[in-house]
């Protein structure tokens, strides 16, 4: 099964319980097989924590979930360890899993959250003097609320950055809503099949590094990127992480949809989901984070 056939089965078991929502799920799923982890950001509700379950169920894959609260501990996350006898075992986290969500992160404190930046990057934790590495295939998918929400703190920068985009899950439509209404209805009835597995995953992350990208989508990339670190709304740009992240998904975006090569149209969907949470723009701007990036990309040629 190639992975524009794949997707769609995805797709197909995901919309079971989903109404609408058809962007945030290709998105998902673009940082699955470009071996990304992804934010999703929305008011509690919109159903964040049931695409990562079903889209889990759906691969096959195994699934974790830590709930960010004022008080996690590190320990909570990738585990610990303790003596039995005269050895020294370890207590495995919920961290060793395939997709891990962590529901609204940015509650939990900024000192644990820290912490997961070695598992982001490396795929890998260290609990003692053991190093130990985490499962393929491993996604992180964390749950954001908005800021105007009671209890919660910004990512650090340096943690943010580490994911491969943000993405914004919004209110649903009215006609999407009477849609979720009728699927919540006989929800129980409804199961979610396997439709590939977590070795199709894998080959797919491996068939992403054959999508060709040419030199004008490259200067494109790096243009937009640059764009955001000299337009006069910006405090701070993205950094060349913004620029590996656009090449990877713009790969997975082309394997997605059947063809063998990265094209304009993909740098411009992806401009909001990779952009997003890595600039900060001026109070003063008026136009917000997305209206920068809008404009830049409107403007570039």
Request: hydrophobic residues 45%.
């Amino acid at each position: 099964m190639d992975a524009k056939t794949a997707y769609e089965a995805v797709l197909k078991e995901v919309k079971k319980h989903i109404a609408g929502k058809d962007e945030v799920i290709e998105l998902m799923f673009i940082a699955l097989i470009a071996n990304g982890h992804a934010l999703l950001e929305g008011v509690p509700g919109v159903a964040k924590t049931t695409m990562a379950k079903t889209l889990a169920a759906a691969i096959d894959a195994e699934f974790n979930r830590i709930q960010g609260t004022p008080d996690l501990q590190i320990t909570d996350i990738i585990g610990y360890t303790y003596m039995e006898g005269n050895e020294i075992k370890l207590k495995s986290g919920p961290i060793f899993t395939n997709i891990l969500l962590i529901d609204e992160l940015n509650r939990a404190p900024p000192k644990t959250t820290t912490a997961l930046l070695e598992a982001l990057e490396e795929r890998q934790v260290t609990v003692a003097d053991q190093t130990m590495q985490l499962k393929r295939p491993f996604i992180a998918l964390a749950t954001q609320n908005p800021l105007n929400i009671e209890g919660t703190t910004s990512l650090p920068k340096v943690l943010a950055d580490r994911f491969l985009m943000r993405i914004a899950v919004t209110y649903p439509t009215i006609q999407e809503e009477e849609e979720m209404l009728r699927i919540k209805e006989h929800e129980e009835r409804v199961k979610t099949e396997r439709v590939i597995g977590k070795e199709d995953i894998l080959k797919f992350q491996e068939d992403v590094k054959d999508i060709k990208i040419s030199d004008s989508v490259v200067d494109y990339v790096a243009k937009i990127v640059n764009a955001t670190r000299t337009d006069i709304h910006m405090v701070m740009g993205a950094s060349p992480r913004a620029e590996i992240a656009f090449m990877q998904c713009g790969k997975a975006r082309a394997l997605l949809q059947g063809r063998t090569e990265v094209t304009i149209d993909d740098i411009k969907f992806l401009a909001r989901p990779i952009l997003s949470h890595r600039i900060v723009v001026r109070a003063t701007g008026g136009i917000g984070v997305n209206g920068v990036i809008d404009g830049i990309v409107a403007t570039l040629k």
